[in-house]
C-alpha cells in the first residue's frame, strides 16, 4: 500500500464546553475530554485507513490545566505511525483565549490506539505513514517505543525484548 | 488522617449499550466506556476523601474484546492507593452473560488517577488507603512504579531516579 | 424451574445529578429518577429471567426529599416476588453525605412490575424467588396484596375477590 | 384563590421515538415514557399554579401496549384536582395511526402529583379547580379516594378513616 | 386526493428551556430551536401526508427576543401549503408569561419545506391544502412567492419567470 | 477597530451521524444539521468579535442530498461580511467519500447571522471584514443584497429602497 502523509488524516473538532460537560467546579470533566478525544482520534484513523476502526488502546493521558464551562475546546488529530493494521493518534487539544484574536493555548495531549477492521471485525491493512514536519517525525519515532511499553505493560512482550524502550533508561537521548 | 479501607470507596455503575454508544459494528464505542469509566472512579475518589475530585491522569487503557449494543456493563471501582492528595483508582469493567445466571466476563480494567481540591481548585490532603485483599495488595504495590512511569512520561521525573519503575527491566519478580 | 433469591438480581446504579437532571430548584427532576428506577429494576428484572423484559406498570411512587444537583444517588433494584412470566422489583434509592464516610440516607422506595417475552414479545416463564433475609421476606408476602390492587384498579379484578388486599381494611397486622 | 377550569391546565407534548428510546424489541422504553409524563404533568402543573412545581408522587402506572420506533406520541396533560398545595394531574398518552389521518389510539393513561413551592421549597396555596367536561368532572370526584389511598400506603392515614375508599371495596357504583 | 385543512396537521410541541440548551447568556441558543422547529414541522407534514418526510429548505428565520432558561416554550407546526409531494409548515413559537394564567408572547415564527417519499427516498404526492382561517388564507397565498424566492435563490428559475415575486419590488399590495 | 480575515475566524466541526440524528430512512435529520451548523457558526462569529455572539437569523437553506448514519460530516464556517454589530456567516457542509482518500463532496451551504453582544445583551460594534480569496470577496459582496432581502422579508425596508436586490430581477449579472 502506498504510504499517507499524517496531515491527509487530520481531523478537528471544536467543541463548546456546557453546562453539563462540567463538573462541580464548573469545569470540564475528564471523562467527556476523553469521550471527544476518541472521537476525533476515530475520524482521523478512519480518514488514513477508509476502514472501520476501533478503539485498541489509550496511552497515558494527564489533565494539566482546568477548562471553564463556555470555553471553545478544538481538538486536532492525526495519525503518526502505522503498524500493519493498527494506528497511533496524536490528539492536540487546544482552548481558545477569550481576548486575544488567534491566540490560543494547549490544554492537553494524548495518544490513541486504532485497529482497522472489516465487516466480521478481523483486522486489516491500513497504508503505512510517511512523516512530513519535524514533529511528525519525532512523533513516528516515538511509537515504536510506546508500542513497546504498551506490549510490556499488558503482558504480552518480555522487558529485556523491548530494545527501544530499555533506552530509556540509560540513555535520555534516546527519549 | 484515619486509613480508609478500599472497600469503603467502592462504587459500582451499570449501564445498558444503547444505539447512541455504538461505532458502525454496532458495538460499544471506546470514548463511550472512557467516559464511564471517569465517572466510576470520581465517585470511588469522592467516597475515599469526600471532596470534589478533578482527573488528573489515565494509565494506559487496553480494549480487547467488542462489547455488543444491548450488553448489560458494569463498572466496579475502588481507589487502590493514595498519595498525599492524589488518589490512584482501579475500574474492572465486566459484561453480562445473557444465559447464565450470575456468569460475567471481564471486558476491561482501567487505572485513574484524582486529585482531591478545595473550592478554589487547590490540592488538599486525603486520607491514606489500607489495603486488605491479596489483590488490593498488589494494587497498592504497583502504584508507586506506575506513578513513576506517569512522572517519566510526563517529563516531570530523571528515569535514572526510578528506582521502582527500572527494577521492571531487570528483575521479572518486580514485576 | 428452580428458584433463585433476590440477590441473584441485585442491581446497581450510581449517578450524579448534573444540571440536565434538575428543576428550577436546581433539584434533580422526578421524571429523571422514574427513568433511572425504570432501568436499574429491569437490569434486576433481566438478571432473574435471563430474558427480554418489559415494563408491565410502577405502583405508587412518593417523593419526599429533594437531591440537590451534584449529588451522588445510588439505586439499588432486586426481584421482590416472580409469578408466571412477571416480576415485581423493589428500588431503593439512596443519596450520599457529603461529609461522613459511608454514610448515606434513604431518599426513596419504589416498585416496578416487568413481564419477560420472547423475541416476538410473547409473554414466557420466569423462575420463582426465594427470599432470604427478614425484609426480603416481608417484601415477597406483600406482592400478592399489590398485585390484587393493581389488578382492581385496572379493573381486572372485583373487589369482593381481593382476599389479601380486603384484610388491610379491617385488621391492621395484613399490612 | 379563583377557581379555574383543567382546560387552562392544557399541556400538550409530542415526541417522536428514536433509536435511544427503545428497548431491544425496538419499543418505547418505560422510563422514557414516565420521564415525559413527568414534564407534561410538571407543565400543566406550572400553568395552574404558575409557580415552581415539584413532582410529590406517581399513581400506579400501566403499561399496556408497545410503541414501537419511529411513532409519533402525543402526551396531553390536565389538573384534575387542586387541595391546598397540592395538584393531580391525568395525563392521555396517544399513538398516531401511520395510515389513517387524524385517527390515534390511547396507550397509556397515568396520573401524577405536584406540589406548588416558593422559592425555598416551601410549599405554597394554588387556586382550587373547576371542572367543566363529563370526564373532568368524573377525574376531579375520584381524586379524593386516590389521595386517601396514597396516604394509606405512605402509613399516613389510618384504613378505617378512608372513608371515599372502603367503599371502593363494598359497593361497586363508588368506583 | 382529497384536500385537507391545515388545522388536521397542527402539532404542538412544548419544550422546556433546560441549562444544556442555553448560550453564555442562559438564553436557549438559536440552534436548539432551529432543531425543535424542526420536529414540529415535521411531524406537521407527516400528520398530512401520512408518509415519510424530509426537510427539503428552512426560509429566513429571525431571532428577534432573548427566551431565558427555565421558559416554557410552545411551538404549533400546521401546513399552510401542499405542492404535489413538498409542504410548507408555518411553526408560531410562543413563550409562556411566568405570571399572568393563559397569556403568552409571540418568540418566533418560521417556515419549513418538507418533501413526502417513499422507502426508498423517491418523492411522492400528498393531498392539497384547504386553508379556513383569515391567517391561514393568507399564508397559503403567499406560499407560491415564497417558492419562486427560493427557487431563484437557488439557480433553480430565472427573476423574470418569478411573477408573483417581481409584484413585491413593484406593489406593495401584493405582499 | 482594525479589519480582520475572513480565515481568521474559520471554524471546523466534524461530526459522525449517530442513530439518533437519523429520521425513519436512517439519514440525517434536517433539524439536527442545522443545531450543528449554529454551534460552528456562532463559534466563527465569536473568533471574529472575541464577544458573546446571539443567532439573529438563517437565510434560506436547501438540503439538497440525504447524508447516511455513520457519515463523517465537516461543517467550516467563516464570517463573510460585517455591519456594525453584525456578521454574516457562512457555513460550508462537506460529506466524506468512504472510499477514496482525501474526497469529499460539499451537502450543503448555508448562511446564519449573529449579533455580538456584552453582557446585558446590547449590540456592541465588531471589526470589519477583509476578504482574501475570490469565494471570500463573492460573498462579501453578496452580503448586502442579502441583507436588504431579509429587511424586506421582515417587513423593516421598503422594496423600492432595496436598490442592491432589485438588480436581481432585471440583470442576471448583478447576482
Given at each position: 500500500m502506498k504510504a499517507k502523509t499524517p496531515k491527509e488524516s487530520l481531523s478537528i473538532l471544536t467543541e463548546i464546553v456546557l453546562p453539563n460537560d462540567t463538573n462541580n467546579l464548573n469545569n470540564l470533566m475528564g471523562g467527556r475530554l476523553l469521550h471527544w478525544m476518541d472521537i476525533a482520534s476515530a475520524i482521523a484513523a478512519h480518514r488514513h485507513s477508509k476502514r472501520i476502526v476501533v478503539t485498541a488502546s489509550v496511552n497515558n493521558v494527564s489533565f494539566n490545566?482546568?477548562?471553564?464551562?463556555?470555553?471553545?475546546?478544538?481538538?486536532?488529530?492525526?495519525?503518526?505511525?502505522?503498524?500493519?493494521?493498527?494506528?497511533?493518534?496524536?490528539?492536540?487539544?487546544?482552548?481558545?483565549?477569550?481576548?486575544e484574536p488567534g491566540k490560543r493555548t494547549k490544554a492537553n495531549e494524548a495518544i490513541y490506539t486504532f485497529v482497522a477492521v472489516d465487516q466480521l471485525g478481523n483486522p486489516i491493512n491500513v497504508p503505512p505513514i510517511a512523516p512530513e514536519t519535524h514533529e511528525e517525525k519525532q512523533r513516528y519515532e516515538g511509537a515504536l517505543r510506546r508500542k513497546q511499553l504498551s506490549l510490556i505493560l499488558g503482558g504480552k512482550m518480555k522487558p529485556e525484548d523491548a530494545t527501544e524502550l530499555r533506552a530509556l533508561f540509560f540513555n535520555e537521548e534516546a527519549k
Amino acid at each position: 500500500m502506498k504510504a499517507k502523509t499524517p496531515k491527509e488524516s487530520l481531523s478537528i473538532l471544536t467543541e463548546i464546553v456546557l453546562p453539563n460537560d462540567t463538573n462541580n467546579l464548573n469545569n470540564l470533566m475528564g471523562g467527556r475530554l476523553l469521550h471527544w478525544m476518541d472521537i476525533a482520534s476515530a475520524i482521523a484513523a478512519h480518514r488514513h485507513s477508509k476502514r472501520i476502526v476501533v478503539t485498541a488502546s489509550v496511552n497515558n493521558v494527564s489533565f494539566n490545566q482546568p477548562i471553564s464551562q463556555g470555553s471553545i475546546v478544538t481538538l486536532e488529530a492525526k495519525v503518526s505511525r502505522a503498524f500493519t493494521s493498527s494506528m497511533e493518534v496524536f490528539i492536540d487539544v487546544w482552548v481558545e483565549d477569550n481576548q486575544e484574536p488567534g491566540k490560543r493555548t494547549k490544554a492537553n495531549e494524548a495518544i490513541y490506539t486504532f485497529v482497522a477492521v472489516d465487516q466480521l471485525g478481523n483486522p486489516i491493512n491500513v497504508p503505512p505513514i510517511a512523516p512530513e514536519t519535524h514533529e511528525e517525525k519525532q512523533r513516528y519515532e516515538g511509537a515504536l517505543r510506546r508500542k513497546q511499553l504498551s506490549l510490556i505493560l499488558g503482558g504480552k512482550m518480555k522487558p529485556e525484548d523491548a530494545t527501544e524502550l530499555r533506552a530509556l533508561f540509560f540513555n535520555e537521548e534516546a527519549k
